[in-house]
C-alpha cells in the first residue's frame, strides 16, 4: 500500500513537469508514462544548458558594460545647456563673444590673454582669469580677475561680478537672446589714454599721469546666437559700459564671431551611421575656423560729441584638446590708423560638470545629425 502511495507521487510530480514543459493539448492519459519518463531524461541536460546560458549571457554584460565605461571616459561628450549645440553652452562662444548659457551645475574656467598693439603705445598685456557656474531656470554667475602689465607697470586692474539670463530653451525664440550684467571694481590705476591714438609729448613733458584710480563701472550686453544649417555657428554681443566715476568714460559697441567646424581626422559620418559613431566615442568637430571682428565707441564727459572710433577685424580658430579643454586663437587687425594695429587674443578653457553626456542629457550629436 505504501509503495503504491510512493510510485503515484512519483508519477504526478513527473506529469506537473511535463505538464510545464508541454502544451496541454499533447498530454493524454495514455501518454502518461511516456511523457513521465521524457521529462526526467530531459531535465539534467536542460538545466545544465540554462546554466551555462545565464553564465555566458552574464559574461557578454559584463563584457558590454566594461567596455562601454572606457568608451564614455574616452569621449567625455559635453552636455548642453536646454537643448543648445556645446558651442553655445560653454559661456565663451569666441575670444570676443559670449553666447547662451551653462548647464546646471556645469562649471566654466578660463584664462584669457590680450596684447594691444596701438600707435604711440607700448603693447598692452592683459590677463583675465575667469570662472562661470551654471544655475538652473537658464542663470549664469562669474567673477572675473584682470591683471595688467603696461610700460613696465603690473597691477592687478580691476574685478568684475557678472551674470546672464536666456530667456527660453535653445531654439524657442529666434536667435535664442541672452540678457548679460557686470558690475566692475576698479582696483588699479590708468596707465594710459583710452581714448584716440596719442603721442606722448601732447600729454606734457611728464608724459600720460598714471596716477589716477581706474574708476568702477557697470556693463549690459545683449547676446543672441544661432546655429544654422548645422554648419555654420553665428554670436552677436552688443554692449554698453559706463565708468561711475572720475571722467565717466563710455563705451557702446557690437561683437561679432562666424565660425563652422573643420574637420581634420574623422570623417563625417552619415545619418544611418551616427549611433554607431557616439558608440565608439569618437569626436569630429576638433577644429573651428571663422571670423570675427568688433566695432566700439569710447568717449568721457570732456569728447561725447566727438568719440573714438575703432573697428578691428580678423580670423579666429579654436581646437577642442582632450579633457573638455578648449584653445582660442584671435589675431584681429585694425582698418583705420585710429583704430589697433593687432589686438591678439588667446583664450584657454576648461568645462566640467553640468550632467551626464548623450543626447538624452543634452549632448550635443555631430554636426551632420544635429537637429534632425
Known amino acids: 500500500m505504501l509503495f503504491r502511495k510512493m510510485q503515484r507521487t512519483e508519477c504526478f510530480s513527473d506529469s506537473w513537469v511535463a505538464f510545464i514543459a508541454f502544451p496541454r493539448s499533447a498530454i493524454h492519459p495514455h501518454q502518461r508514462q511516456k511523457v513521465c519518463f521524457r521529462t526526467s531524461r530531459l531535465v539534467v541536460p536542460l538545466l545544465a544548458s540554462a546554466?551555462?546560458?545565464?553564465?555566458?549571457?552574464?559574461?557578454?554584460?559584463?563584457?558590454?558594460?566594461?567596455?562601454?565605461?572606457?568608451?564614455?571616459?574616452?569621449?567625455?561628450?559635453?552636455?548642453?545647456?536646454?537643448?543648445?549645440?556645446?558651442?553655445?553652452?560653454?559661456?565663451?562662444?569666441?575670444?570676443?563673444?559670449?553666447?547662451?548659457?551653462?548647464?546646471?551645475?556645469?562649471?566654466?574656467?578660463?584664462?584669457?590673454?590680450?596684447?594691444?598693439?596701438?600707435?604711440?603705445?607700448?603693447?598692452?598685456?592683459?590677463?583675465?582669469?575667469?570662472?562661470?557656474i551654471g544655475l538652473p531656470y537658464r542663470f549664469n554667475v562669474a567673477i572675473?580677475?584682470?591683471?595688467?602689465?603696461?610700460?613696465?607697470?603690473?597691477?592687478?586692474?580691476?574685478?568684475?561680478?557678472?551674470?546672464?539670463?536666456?530667456?527660453?530653451?535653445?531654439?524657442?525664440?529666434?536667435?535664442?537672446?541672452?540678457?548679460?550684467?557686470?558690475?566692475?571694481?576698479?582696483?588699479?590705476?590708468?596707465?594710459?589714454?583710452?581714448?584716440a591714438p596719442t603721442p606722448a609729448h601732447k600729454f606734457g613733458p611728464g608724459g600720460f599721469d598714471k596716477g589716477e584710480e581706474i574708476p568702477d563701472a557697470y556693463e549690459f550686453r545683449l547676446l543672441l546666437s544661432e546655429d544654422f544649417f548645422d554648419r555654420i555657428e553665428w554670436s552677436l554681443n552688443t554692449f554698453f559700459e559706463q565708468e561711475t566715476a572720475e571722467d565717466r568714460g563710455r563705451e557702446w559697441g557690437i561683437a561679432q564671431s562666424l565660425v563652422t567646424p573643420i574637420h581634420l581626422f574623422h570623417e563625417v559620418p552619415s545619418e544611418t551611421d551616427?549611433?554607431?559613431?557616439?558608440?565608439?566615442?569618437?569626436?569630429?568637430?576638433?577644429?573651428?575656423?571663422?571670423?570675427?571682428?568688433?566695432?566700439?565707441?569710447?568717449?568721457?564727459?570732456?569728447?561725447?560729441?566727438?568719440?573714438?572710433?575703432?573697428?578691428i577685424i580678423g580670423p579666429t580658430v579654436a581646437w577642442r584638446m582632450p579633457h573638455n579643454a578648449w584653445l582660442d586663437i584671435s589675431p584681429l587687425f585694425g582698418v583705420n590708423h585710429k583704430s589697433p594695429v593687432m589686438e591678439l587674443f588667446i583664450v584657454f578653457s576648461y568645462y566640467f560638470g553640468g550632467g551626464g553626456p548623450g543626447t538624452e542629457a543634452g549632448g550635443e550629436a555631430p554636426a551632420s545629425t544635429r537637429n534632425r
Do not use: C, M
Open 51 to 132: 546554466y551555462l546560458a545565464f553564465l555566458a549571457v552574464n559574461h557578454s554584460t559584463h563584457a558590454q558594460t566594461a567596455a562601454s565605461e572606457h568608451i564614455v571616459v574616452a569621449a567625455e561628450p559635453l552636455p548642453s545647456a536646454y537643448g543648445a549645440p556645446t558651442s553655445f553652452s560653454q559661456s565663451r562662444f569666441s575670444p570676443l563673444t559670449n553666447a547662451y548659457v551653462l548647464p546646471p551645475g556645469a562649471v566654466y574656467a578660463s584664462l584669457i590673454y590680450e596684447d594691444d598693439v596701438v600707435h604711440f603705445r607700448n603693447p598692452d598685456h592683459h590677463w583675465t582669469e575667469e570662472v562661470e
Open 144 to 195: 572675473e580677475n584682470n591683471i595688467q602689465r603696461y610700460d613696465g607697470d603690473l597691477q592687478d586692474a580691476s574685478l568684475s561680478l557678472e551674470a546672464r539670463y536666456a530667456f527660453a530653451d535653445w531654439d524657442k525664440i529666434p536667435l535664442n537672446p541672452t540678457i548679460f550684467a557686470e558690475y566692475k571694481f576698479g582696483t588699479g590705476n590708468i596707465l594710459h589714454d583710452e581714448g
Open 274 to 311: 551616427a549611433k554607431d559613431v557616439e558608440a565608439r566615442g569618437e569626436l569630429f568637430e576638433e577644429f573651428k575656423a571663422g571670423i570675427e571682428l568688433q566695432f566700439r565707441s569710447f568717449s568721457d564727459k570732456g569728447s561725447r560729441g566727438t568719440p573714438y572710433n575703432s573697428f
